[in-house]
């Protein structure tokens, strides 16, 4: 069984944002508007996170973009009361939203803090129609969402392979942040594959993962840039 | 803890875990369906992939719109498309929801209520077209065709060019372009003698210096410097970019460079000359150029044998690094070696934009700059440097003058009375000067399309006051922006993703190129495309005007181009595993890449594959370009001399007269200096010491233009680095914040002498201490309902201060207070 | 006849409360009634526009209804409890006390069990604890253990007032049916007082691991997670401690209450009260110690995400909090109930209340600076409640209140039985239990021989 | 008395429905470990749990039905309505 994995290059990444918006396109992710936004309520299952090290004049500015990291031993999957979020056998971490109860146990305890929970009603225009991805189901308030690696795709891929009697290949299934990146500093695929470009990624000297400490066993690993 | 999915999912009695493939994709166990939910359900759902060009910004990027059901969902980068090669900012991204505004115009309004009040009475296209050609007949009728004026936004797409093509058939001069994105070419004048674009091959380069130029953010077509910087650190070891940016800010760009040089707003023209300085006493320039292709670099004789000081002695004796050190706060030892690694660069370029550009002594400013690249010799051919041809379009049939129109044509436009100024080309922010005062004629009838100069001038309230006075304003916009609210009329125009349109040269970019922009969903709305309607009242007023504009719509007025382009064979369609190298390959050995056998085949592979490029530029030829009196790349401005002269209207010019007419475009120097780059303090009100600060904006890649206020997602993701969705924030060095007790996340105000603006503070090390800044793009007055009311305008509190040489807008000007407010904010 | 029977009853007045009804009563019902329904119109308000209406956001999504849940609960280990250690220990002054104390048990539990509720974003979907539930997640132990204690204390509520429901039966108060009901038959004959004693030890030693069980696992909810400020071992001893220490101010605060309000004084001395209120200042003690001992693991080991929850609570946004928590649960009580001047009813009282608010406030240092201080730069979250929440937490409290009110309309709120029995039997009993703890007296023999010495 | 008999079948069936309330309990758990055996999700601690819980309560529903059936026993002893002292207090007194 595939293992899916991303690796983002640090050094080829700018912090432009296309990866953000890309994922809150593709996965019908509401825009909450400016009361709510003001409230923290922003829904970001992509996010830039930036920081900024050292003194004037001497500043760098990180800028690092964070998916859900579908960790191999997720704690928040440990904790849901009612299996509304799981890891599948390819290694992808899941949320089922008709499942979840909304308790916010896997929010609170997911020490990246990549969950996020639906405050209000998800609203668009009117206008809009039905010009949402129908890939995707649209989320009713109340329940816990996720990067879910646009798992969406995974099966598209799988039935269309499946029309042409063949085996998956790399760039056969790839999330729409790693597809929209423009600077292609985001790798998809199986991490266990070596064929597939992340698994020789992650064995790079520059490769390494958020809080490895915790024993999370993040899928996402980073290619620190080089100074 | 391992679960078998399928078993998982057999049991949960689900197919899709939460997101559906088929069907609404939740058991009806648990379902609870939205309505939302319910529409996506039930269609067929055939997807289909079109191209297109991004109407968002000038940076004309290809895309490629996902439709289901014919119904665009989604749009991504075109990855066949030259310039932008498969990547798109947020603001294409988002672009969808420009197609599905819900405060998009529908259909003709006529206002009702007073100017500027919004209150609007839908009317029928006939009838609206009735009321505009009514005027322009009494117009002509009137011998008057001179004051119909037009400002449009961005230029380079045939479309706009079309309105060109009829305000001169129509015999108006009057045709204004605002578009903030385009770079200055004054300088380039004032050393070259040309006005041509230049554009920059980044390819070769060891070293890129960049004069606060925020490319990353604003572009031209942000994404594709995202692309390039993101490769210069990874061509590999040894073959990476050096990059040095200069700002008082650490913005993306800067974040992003090798090298950050912090220098204070408005001194960057010390700093260029304290890199020549180093560059020429190491010898490290390109002795053999400046030698046989400058004029003015070493000290001159004029034919009255007076001495002349060069540029070399001036750099040499003025512009050592430990004074630059003290008029830029660079450390003189950064200076030195930032210049001695780009005198030693085999091919380094210097670049410069932004805050350079915008500021009282920004010709200047860029005039050092660019001279840096005269040192490295890349205005000679090595290819680093060039002036791309625009796509070789069919030209259009000579346009018909009738006797009206010659009239009108020869009268001069609104900018050309304008004395305080030199070259008036970019100056429309001086257009309320002359219009406030019906100089020289009134302007009786106005077309707006794209220009939204109440919100984008710093004399915004000046550019209000002139549209009150305007008898008679039609709006081709799409929504009601701030300068739409004044019009009489509004002639919707379409969304981007609903019209024909082809965008071409890009500024910056080496090689010429167009995007092919279609329609890729039917119009939702009763608008129409500007050019059609410009074609229509054309055929409407009849004679010369209509025989100029022979086209029966704007779809085969842009085929009429193209077929240009199919005739000559040139170039090729954008195409897959069609590398640039390759192609150069085959185009080498005479191979046609492509044959199409009709213009029909061609355009249809055009639309499919979304543009058109020349890969293989020819270099561009500077010494035939470059047109100075020395016929050399001119340390010592000549052509300003010349044009001195040709302002007094006189062939020879005493001291006494030239420093009248230096005094009266705000140049300080005298003599020789003048005539040469220097650096020139701004000089900077703050009223004794009462605003303490400097204010100066920034623009992010989520609202490049501050159009975008009214697409919810980018407002959502305005400020993503710094998490202030939906609202403007001042970003302040912590030390600055400490001093004037401010701290993070307080409200504060901003208090320049025009005005104040409550924000929030955002306490970020890499501002330079001393200078605030506040985004650009919110504080909408109108322009829909995400957009009118969120955020603040730092335009509205800038002084109204220009650089009296280009006419442009001087945005390091302006001297601020901040001053700790009342509420603390929420989140 | 009845006139004189009652006359005669030495313990008349735990009864007359329920017999007889004022003013007072009905008013305070309608105020709580009104507290109440204005938090179910709030409620009903956020299961119709989502948990939008609350303060909660990103990053800190779990607030009042977690820590009022977790406040609730550690009320609740009042009764059961302390009623079950001090049976167990045979600590006599306990007659008076134990109903009052099982009482709040059940009724906060009650209420406390239901606040996981209030906080589901879809509590519709409810039932997927009960079809699809997962007990490896600690929210299901849970469920589990809070539903066993809640039977556990309910049962050893009731089964110690079977005697008095029985007096109840037998003086015709009514109603009459519900305490023949639930007299279950009492006859108060040798062979039912037999197994009622036998059935309330077992109880007494069963629902002591309930009751401990059920805070360790509720600061499970939180230790589970590897969360900074969370992830913590002592956590469960040092919920349970916390727990006690509020129920026993809480029980204090109540007994000072209804001995005002029915004129207890009789049965409720300052002894009981000043019994109860060392204990208090033991848990205060004791709740220092294992404050300063997580707090000092944490701060010593000074790994940088946990000094930042640490730091946030001394010095950044929650200091306020913080050091009131401390004033409240620590200084406050240790300073009136060590000084033997202020330890008298109302400064119990006083200690009492601020232990009561201490506890709440250290319920939230608990859940929201972990929360708003994540390990990833994103923005510390402020976390200011709704009146939603406020709504429901007053009704929270309105709800104890008024089912403590009508409790005390419907029974004895001090054990009939067990005030007589100790009359009757334990002065004896407690004699001879003393004289078998102290030195057995000198026989004869060796008595004369020692004053043979002397001479 | 018909009263007494529609007292004593309540108090039968409250009995009772702590019994069923217990069993709930103990299905529910077990449909738990059910479903995590089903989907090998869990499981260990599943069965952990359930055997700490489970007798919990089936240990609580017998006390107080051992409490039931020995208090029926005595039932109509001593009829106390008509006894002077009055209350239960008088079969304490007889206790000593």
Same mark, same amino acid.
């Given at each position: 069984?595939?293992?899916?994995?991303?690796?983002?290059?640090?050094?080829?990444?700018?912090?432009?944002?296309?990866?953000?918006?890309?994922?809150?396109?593709?996965?019908?992710?509401?825009?909450?508007?400016?009361?709510?936004?003001?409230?923290?309520?922003?829904?970001?299952?992509?996010?830039?996170?930036?920081?900024?090290?050292?003194?004037?004049?001497?500043?760098?500015?990180?800028?690092?973009?964070?998916?859900?990291?579908? #960790?191999?031993?997720?704690?928040?999957?440990?904790?849901?009361?009612?299996?509304?979020?799981?890891?599948?056998?390819?290694?992808?971490?899941?949320?089922?939203?008709?499942?979840?109860?909304?308790?916010?146990?896997?929010?609170?305890?997911?020490?990246?803090?990549?969950?996020?929970?639906?405050?209000?009603?998800?609203?668009?225009?009117?206008?809009?129609?039905?010009?949402?991805?129908?890939?995707?189901?649209?989320?009713?308030?109340?329940?816990?969402?996720? #990067?879910?690696?646009?798992?969406?795709?995974?099966?598209?891929?799988?039935?269309?392979?499946?029309?042409?009697?063949?085996?998956?290949?790399?760039?056969?299934?790839?999330?729409?942040?790693?597809?929209?990146?423009?600077?292609?500093?985001?790798?998809?695929?199986?991490?266990?594959?070596?064929?597939?470009?992340?698994?020789?990624?992650?064995?790079?000297?520059?490769?390494?993962?958020?809080?490895?400490?915790?024993?999370?066993?993040?899928?996402?690993?980073?290619?620190?840039?080089?100074? | 803890?391992?679960?078998?999915?399928?078993?998982?999912?057999?049991?949960?009695?689900?197919?899709?875990?939460?997101?559906?493939?088929?069907?609404?994709?939740?058991?009806?166990?648990?379902?609870?369906?939205?309505?939302?939910?319910?529409?996506?359900?039930?269609?067929?759902?055939?997807?289909?992939?079109?191209?297109?060009?991004?109407?968002?910004?000038?940076?004309?990027?290809?895309?490629?719109?996902?439709?289901?059901?014919?119904?665009?969902?989604?749009?991504?980068?075109?990855?066949?498309?030259?310039?932008?090669? @498969?990547?798109?900012?947020?603001?294409?991204?988002?672009?969808?929801?420009?197609?599905?505004?819900?405060?998009?115009?529908?259909?003709?309004?006529?206002?009702?209520?007073?100017?500027?009040?919004?209150?609007?009475?839908?009317?029928?296209?006939?009838?609206?077209?009735?009321?505009?050609?009514?005027?322009?007949?009494?117009?002509?009728?009137?011998?008057?065709?001179?004051?119909?004026?037009?400002?449009?936004?961005?230029?380079?797409?045939?479309?706009?060019?079309?309105?060109?093509?009829?305000?001169?058939?129509?015999?108006?001069?009057?045709?204004?372009?605002?578009?903030?994105?385009?770079?200055?070419?004054?300088?380039?004048? &004032?050393?070259?003698?040309?006005?041509?674009?230049?554009?920059?091959?980044?390819?070769?380069?060891?070293?890129?210096?960049?004069?606060?130029?925020?490319?990353?953010?604003?572009?031209?077509?942000?994404?594709?410097?995202?692309?390039?910087?993101?490769?210069?650190?990874?061509?590999?070891?040894?073959?990476?970019?050096?990059?040095?940016?200069?700002?008082?800010?650490?913005?993306?760009?800067?974040?992003?460079?090798?090298?950050?040089?912090?220098?204070?707003?408005?001194?960057?023209?010390?700093?260029?000359?304290?890199?020549?300085?180093?560059?020429?006493?190491? @010898?490290?320039?390109?002795?053999?150029?400046?030698?046989?292709?400058?004029?003015?670099?070493?000290?001159?004789?004029? /034919?009255?044998?007076?001495?002349?000081?060069?540029?070399?002695?001036?750099?040499?004796?003025?512009?050592?690094?430990?004074?630059?050190?003290?008029?830029? @706060?660079?450390?003189?030892?950064?200076?030195?070696?930032?210049?001695?690694?780009?005198?030693?660069?085999?091919?380094?370029?210097?670049?410069? @934009?932004?805050?350079?550009?915008?500021?009282?002594?920004?010709?200047?400013?860029?005039?050092?700059?660019?001279?840096?690249?005269?040192?490295? *010799?890349?205005?000679?051919?090595?290819?680093?440097?060039?002036?791309?041809?625009?796509?070789?379009?069919?030209?259009?049939?000579?346009?018909?003058?009738?006797?009206?129109?010659?009239?009108?044509?020869?009268?001069?436009?609104?900018?050309?009375? !304008?004395?305080?100024?030199?070259?008036?080309?970019?100056?429309?922010?001086?257009?309320?000067?002359?219009?406030?005062?019906?100089?020289?004629?009134? !302007?009786?009838?106005?077309?707006?399309?794209?220009?939204?100069?109440?919100?984008?001038?710093?004399?915004?309230?000046?550019?209000?006051?002139?549209?009150?006075?305007?008898?008679?304003?039609?709006?081709?916009?799409?929504?009601?922006?701030?300068?739409?609210?004044?019009?009489?009329?509004?002639?919707?125009?379409?969304?981007?993703?609903?019209?024909?349109?082809?965008?071409?040269?890009?500024?910056?970019?080496?090689?010429?190129?167009?995007?092919?922009?279609?329609?890729?969903?039917?119009?939702?709305?009763?608008?129409?495309?500007?050019?059609?309607?410009?074609?229509?009242?054309?055929?409407?007023?009849?004679?010369?005007?209509?025989?100029?504009?022979?086209?029966?719509?704007?779809?085969?007025?842009?085929?009429?181009?193209?077929?240009?382009?199919?005739?000559?064979?040139?170039?090729?369609?954008?195409?897959?595993?069609?590398?640039?190298?390759?192609?150069?390959?085959?185009?080498?050995?005479?191979?046609?890449?492509?044959?199409?056998?009709?213009?029909?085949?061609?355009?249809?592979?055009? &639309?499919?594959?979304?543009?058109?490029?020349?890969?293989?530029?020819?270099?561009?030829?500077?010494?035939?370009?470059?047109?100075?009196?020395?016929?050399?790349?001119?340390?010592?401005?000549?052509?300003?001399?010349?044009?001195?002269?040709?302002?007094?209207?006189?062939?020879?010019?005493?001291?006494?007269?030239?420093?009248?007419?230096?005094?009266?475009?705000?140049?300080?120097?005298?003599?020789?200096?003048?005539? &040469?780059?220097?650096?020139?303090?701004?000089?900077?009100?703050?009223?004794?010491?009462?605003? /303490? &600060?400097?204010?100066?904006?920034?623009?992010?890649?989520?609202?490049?233009?501050?159009?975008?206020?009214?697409?919810?997602?980018?407002?959502?993701?305005?400020?993503?680095?710094?998490?202030?969705?939906?609202?403007?924030?001042?970003?302040?060095?912590?030390?600055?914040?400490?001093?004037?007790? !401010?701290?993070?996340?307080?409200?504060?105000? !901003?208090?320049?002498?025009?005005?104040?603006?409550?924000?929030?503070?955002?306490?970020?090390?890499?501002?330079?201490?001393?200078?605030?800044?506040?985004?650009?793009?919110?504080?909408?007055?109108?322009? *829909?309902?995400?957009?009118?009311?969120?955020?603040?305008?730092?335009?509205?509190?800038?002084?109204?201060?220009?650089?009296?040489?280009?006419?442009?807008?001087?945005?390091?000007?302006?001297?601020?207070?901040?001053?700790?407010?009342?509420?603390?904010?929420?989140? | 006849?009845?006139?004189?029977?009652?006359?005669?009853?030495?313990?008349?007045?735990?009864?007359?409360?329920?017999?007889?009804?004022?003013?007072?009563?009905?008013?305070?019902?309608?105020?709580?009634?009104?507290?109440?329904?204005?938090?179910?119109?709030?409620?009903?308000?956020?299961?119709?526009?989502?948990?939008?209406?609350?303060?909660?956001?990103?990053?800190?999504?779990?607030?009042?209804?977690?820590?009022?849940?977790?406040?609730?609960?550690?009320?609740?280990?009042?009764?059961?409890?302390?009623?079950?250690?001090?049976?167990?220990?045979?600590?006599?002054?306990?007659?008076?006390?134990?109903?009052?104390?099982?009482?709040?048990?059940?009724?906060?539990?009650?209420?406390?069990?239901?606040?996981?509720?209030?906080?589901?974003?879809?509590?519709?979907?409810?039932?997927?604890?009960?079809?699809?539930?997962?007990?490896?997640?600690?929210?299901?132990?849970?469920?589990?253990?809070?539903?066993?204690?809640?039977?556990?204390?309910?049962?050893?509520?009731?089964?110690?007032?079977?005697?008095?429901?029985?007096?109840?039966?037998?003086?015709?108060?009514?109603?009459?049916?519900?305490?023949?009901?639930?007299?279950?038959?009492?006859?108060?004959?040798?062979?039912?007082?037999?197994?009622?004693?036998?059935?309330?030890?077992?109880?007494?030693?069963?629902?002591?691991?309930?009751?401990?069980?059920?805070?360790?696992?509720?600061?499970?909810?939180?230790?589970?997670?590897?969360?900074?400020?969370?992830?913590?071992?002592?956590?469960?001893?040092?919920?349970?401690?916390?727990?006690?220490?509020?129920?026993?101010?809480?029980?204090?605060?109540?007994?000072?209450?209804?001995?005002?309000?029915?004129?207890?004084?009789?049965?409720?001395?300052?002894?009981?009260?000043?019994?109860?209120?060392?204990?208090?200042?033991?848990?205060?003690?004791?709740?220092?110690?294992?404050?300063?001992?997580?707090?000092?693991?944490?701060?010593?080991?000074?790994?940088?995400?946990?000094?930042?929850?640490?730091?946030?609570?001394?010095?950044?946004?929650?200091?306020?909090?913080?050091?009131?928590?401390?004033?409240?649960?620590?200084?406050?009580?240790?300073?009136?109930?060590?000084?033997?001047?202020?330890?008298?009813?109302?400064?119990?009282?006083?200690?009492?209340?601020?232990?009561?608010?201490?506890?709440?406030?250290?319920?939230?240092?608990?859940?929201?600076?972990?929360?708003?201080?994540?390990?990833?730069?994103?923005?510390?979250?402020?976390?200011?409640?709704?009146?939603?929440?406020?709504?429901?937490?007053?009704?929270?409290?309105?709800?104890?209140?008024?089912?403590?009110?009508?409790?005390?309309?419907?029974?004895?709120?001090?054990?009939?039985?067990?005030?007589?029995?100790?009359?009757?039997?334990?002065?004896?009993?407690?004699?001879?239990?003393?004289?078998?703890?102290?030195?057995?007296?000198?026989?004869?023999?060796?008595?004369?021989?020692?004053?043979?010495?002397?001479? | 008395?018909?009263?007494?008999?529609?007292?004593?079948?309540?108090?039968?069936?409250?009995?009772?429905?702590?019994?069923?309330?217990?069993?709930?309990?103990?299905?529910?758990?077990?449909?738990?470990?059910?479903?995590?055996?089903?989907?090998?999700?869990?499981?260990?601690?599943?069965?952990?749990?359930?055997?700490?819980?489970?007798?919990?309560?089936?240990?609580?529903?017998?006390?107080?039905?051992?409490?039931?059936?020995?208090?029926?026993?005595?039932?109509?002893?001593?009829?106390?309505?008509?006894?002077?002292?009055?209350?239960?207090?008088?079969?304490?007194?007889?206790?000593?």
């Amino acid at each position: 069984m595939a293992k899916w994995g991303m690796v983002i290059d640090l050094n080829k990444c700018t912090g432009c944002g296309e990866c953000v918006t890309a994922c809150k396109v593709e996965l019908n992710v509401p825009v909450v508007g400016p009361e709510e936004s003001a409230k923290g309520r922003t829904l970001l299952c992509m996010d830039i996170l930036s920081t900024y090290e050292g003194e004037f004049p001497d500043v760098k500015m990180r800028t690092l973009p964070r998916p859900c990291f579908h #960790c191999e031993h997720p704690p928040c999957i440990k904790v849901c009361p009612v299996r509304a979020t799981y890891i599948n056998d390819e290694g992808i971490v899941a949320q089922i939203y008709p499942q979840c109860i909304g308790c916010r146990y896997c929010q609170v305890a997911c020490p990246y803090t990549v969950k996020y929970f639906n405050w209000t009603k998800p609203e668009w225009p009117e206008e809009r129609g039905a010009a949402l991805n129908p890939d995707v189901s649209v989320r009713p308030e109340g329940v816990v969402e996720k #990067c879910t690696f646009c798992v969406h795709r995974l099966q598209k891929a799988k039935e269309q392979v499946a029309v042409e009697g063949r085996e998956l290949r790399e760039g056969d299934y790839v999330p729409a942040c790693v597809e929209s990146c423009p600077t292609k500093a985001m790798y998809f695929g199986d991490l266990d594959n070596p064929k597939h470009m992340v698994s020789q990624l992650k064995k790079s000297h520059r490769a390494f993962r958020l809080m490895e400490d915790l024993g999370t066993e993040p899928k996402v690993y980073y290619l620190s840039e080089v100074e | 803890m391992e679960i078998s999915r399928r078993e998982f999912l057999k049991y949960l009695g689900i197919t899709t875990a939460g997101v559906s493939l088929t069907g609404l994709g939740c058991d009806s166990m648990w379902s609870v369906p939205d309505e939302v939910f319910e529409k996506i359900g039930g269609a067929p759902r055939i997807e289909t992939w079109e191209t297109s060009v991004c109407g968002l910004c000038s940076g004309g990027c290809g895309i490629k719109v996902r439709l289901i059901d014919d119904i665009p969902v989604r749009i991504l980068g075109n990855p066949l498309h030259a310039v932008n090669r @498969g990547g798109v900012c947020p603001m294409a991204e988002a672009g969808i929801e420009a197609l599905y505004n819900p405060d998009r115009i529908r259909q003709p309004l006529q206002r009702i209520g007073e100017r500027g009040e919004d209150k609007w009475q839908e009317i029928s296209w006939d009838e609206a077209m009735q009321t505009v050609v009514s005027r322009l007949q009494g117009l002509r009728e009137k011998n008057a065709a001179h004051k119909l004026a037009f400002f449009t936004g961005q230029d380079n797409n045939l479309s706009s060019r079309l309105n060109e093509r009829f305000m001169q058939a129509f015999g108006s001069p009057n045709l204004f372009v605002f578009d903030q994105s385009k770079p200055s070419t004054v300088a380039t004048y &004032l050393t070259q003698g040309h006005k041509s674009a230049l554009a920059y091959n980044f390819k070769d380069i060891e070293m890129l210096i960049n004069f606060g130029a925020d490319f990353l953010d604003e572009g031209p077509s942000p994404i594709r410097f995202n692309q390039l910087y993101s490769e210069f650190r990874n061509r590999g070891e040894g073959r990476n970019v050096k990059v040095v940016h200069v700002d008082s800010r650490l913005s993306r760009t800067a974040s992003n460079s090798n090298q950050w040089l912090p220098a204070k707003p408005g001194t960057m023209a010390a700093l260029a000359l304290g890199i020549a300085n180093v560059v020429i006493k190491d @010898g490290n320039y390109d002795k053999r150029y400046i030698k046989t292709h400058s004029f003015g670099f070493d000290d001159w004789r004029d /034919p009255s044998g007076n001495s002349r000081i060069g540029f070399k002695a001036l750099v040499e004796d003025n512009y050592y690094p430990e004074k630059v050190a003290k008029i830029t @706060g660079v450390p003189a030892r950064r200076i030195v070696e930032v210049a001695r690694e780009f005198g030693a660069a085999k091919s380094a370029l210097v670049l410069a @934009g932004g805050q350079a550009i915008n500021s009282s002594n920004g010709v200047y400013t860029l005039w050092a700059i660019e001279c840096l690249n005269a040192l490295k *010799g890349n205005y000679a051919d090595n290819g680093v440097i060039s002036v791309p041809k625009a796509p070789p379009f069919r030209e259009p049939p000579k346009i018909n003058v009738d006797r009206v129109a010659a009239n009108g044509l020869k009268r001069p436009d609104l900018l050309q009375s !304008i004395s305080d100024i030199c070259f008036a080309d970019d100056a429309v922010a001086f257009l309320p000067k002359t219009m406030l005062e019906n100089q020289p004629y009134q !302007i009786q009838v106005l077309f707006l399309a794209n220009a939204n100069p109440v919100f984008n001038a710093v004399n915004q309230s000046d550019f209000a006051a002139v549209l009150e006075e305007i008898p008679f304003i039609v709006s081709f916009s799409s929504s009601l922006d701030e300068t739409s609210v004044y019009a009489d009329l509004v002639l919707p125009d379409h969304v981007y993703l609903e019209k024909h349109d082809v965008a071409y040269s890009v500024p910056m970019v080496d090689f010429s190129h167009f995007g092919m922009q279609q329609p890729v969903v039917a119009p939702l709305y009763n608008t129409r495309h500007t050019g059609d309607v410009i074609l229509q009242i054309a055929q409407s007023l009849g004679g010369t005007v209509a025989s100029s504009l022979p086209w029966a719509d704007t779809k085969t007025y842009l085929d009429d181009h193209l077929r240009g382009v199919y005739e000559t064979g040139a170039g090729t369609i954008f195409s897959e595993r069609m590398d640039e190298d390759w192609l150069k390959f085959l185009k080498e050995r005479g191979w046609q890449v492509f044959e199409y056998s009709t213009f029909d085949e061609f355009r249809q592979v055009l &639309l499919d594959k979304g543009g058109w490029w020349n890969p293989f530029p020819d270099p561009t030829d500077f010494r035939r370009l470059v047109k100075t009196p020395s016929k050399k790349y001119e340390f010592y401005s000549q052509v300003f001399e010349e044009e001195i002269k040709r302002h007094l209207q006189t062939t020879k010019v005493s001291k006494d007269e030239e420093n009248a007419v230096l005094q009266k475009w705000k140049v300080e120097a005298r003599g020789d200096l003048a005539f &040469l780059p220097h650096y020139e303090a701004q000089k900077l009100r703050d009223n004794e010491g009462r605003f /303490p &600060l400097q204010l100066l904006p920034f623009k992010l890649i989520t609202n490049i233009t501050g159009e975008g206020s009214n697409l919810p997602m980018l407002q959502e993701l305005f400020g993503l680095l710094t998490r202030n969705y939906w609202q403007s924030w001042v970003e302040i060095n912590p030390e600055t914040a400490h001093d004037h007790k !401010i701290s993070e996340g307080d409200m504060v105000r !901003i208090i320049s002498p025009k005005g104040s603006l409550e924000v929030v503070a955002r306490l970020i090390p890499g501002i330079m201490p001393g200078v605030v800044y506040v985004p650009f793009g919110l504080g909408h007055k109108a322009n *829909g309902r995400y957009a009118k009311g969120i955020g603040v305008n730092p335009y509205e509190i800038f002084l109204e201060e220009f650089d009296h040489l280009s006419g442009m807008s001087s945005l390091t000007s302006t001297k601020v207070i901040v001053e700790k407010g009342n509420r603390k904010e929420m989140a | 006849m009845s006139e004189r029977q009652h006359s005669t009853f030495e313990d008349e007045q735990l009864i007359r409360p329920i017999e007889q009804t004022g003013p007072g009563f009905y008013l305070m019902v309608a105020v709580l009634v009104g507290v109440i329904a204005f938090a179910g119109y709030t409620y009903i308000r956020q299961i119709l526009f989502g948990l939008g209406v609350t303060g909660l956001a990103q990053p800190v999504s779990w607030g009042f209804y977690i820590i009022n849940f977790v406040f609730f609960i550690g009320i609740s280990h009042a009764g059961t409890l302390i009623s079950a250690i001090l049976r167990l220990s045979k600590a006599e002054w306990r007659r008076p006390i134990t109903r009052m104390a099982e009482v709040i048990t059940a009724i906060v539990l009650a209420i406390g069990g239901l606040h996981p509720i209030l906080d589901l974003g879809r509590p519709d979907r409810m039932l997927h604890l009960f079809t699809e539930g997962r007990l490896q997640s600690p929210l299901l132990w849970d469920v589990t253990s809070i539903t066993a204690y809640f039977a556990a204390s309910t049962v050893y509520l009731y089964l110690p007032m079977i005697p008095d429901i029985a007096i109840l039966r037998d003086r015709g108060t009514r109603p009459r049916w519900l305490y023949e009901f639930l007299a279950w038959g009492w006859r108060g004959t040798e062979h039912q007082k037999k197994v009622l004693e036998r059935a309330i030890n077992i109880l007494m030693v069963m629902v002591i691991p309930i009751a401990i069980s059920v805070h360790t696992v509720i600061s499970f909810i939180f230790s589970m997670t590897i969360q900074p400020g969370w992830h913590s071992t002592i956590f469960g001893p040092y919920f349970v401690v916390g727990a006690i220490f509020s129920g026993i101010a809480a029980l204090l605060i109540v007994m000072i209450a209804f001995r005002k309000a029915f004129d207890l004084g009789k049965y409720l001395k300052l002894i009981h009260f000043q019994y109860l209120s060392t204990l208090l200042l033991i848990m205060s003690f004791l709740w220092f110690y294992f404050t300063f001992a997580e707090y000092l693991t944490g701060f010593y080991g000074h790994e940088p995400n946990e000094m930042r929850v640490f730091l946030y609570k001394f010095t950044g946004d929650y200091a306020p909090w913080f050091w009131m928590m401390g004033i409240c649960n620590f200084l406050i009580p240790v300073v009136i109930l060590v000084n033997p001047k202020t330890k008298k009813i109302p400064g119990i009282l006083i200690a009492s209340i601020s232990v009561v608010i201490g506890m709440w406030l250290e319920r939230l240092i608990v859940v929201v600076p972990s929360l708003a201080n994540p390990r990833l730069p994103y923005p510390t979250g402020i976390y200011i409640p709704s009146l939603t929440e406020w709504s429901l937490f007053a009704g929270g409290v309105a709800v104890f209140v008024l089912a403590f009110m009508l409790f005390a309309k419907l029974f004895p709120l001090i054990s009939i039985w067990e005030i007589q029995e100790g009359r009757e039997k334990s002065v004896h009993a407690v004699a001879e239990r003393l004289k078998s703890y102290l030195p057995d007296p000198p026989s004869e023999q060796l008595l004369s021989e020692e004053l043979g010495n002397r001479r | 008395m018909k009263n007494d008999k529609i007292i004593f079948w309540l108090q039968i069936a409250s009995v009772s429905w702590i019994w069923i309330f217990v069993l709930g309990v103990a299905i529910w758990i077990l449909n738990l470990i059910r479903v995590a055996h089903k989907i090998n999700d869990a499981l260990n601690a599943s069965v952990g749990i359930s055997i700490v819980a489970i007798p919990v309560f089936f240990t609580l529903a017998a006390i107080l039905t051992y409490v039931f059936v020995g208090l029926q026993k005595d039932k109509h002893q001593g009829d106390v309505r008509t006894n002077q002292t009055g209350g239960i207090d008088s079969s304490w007194r007889g206790i000593k």
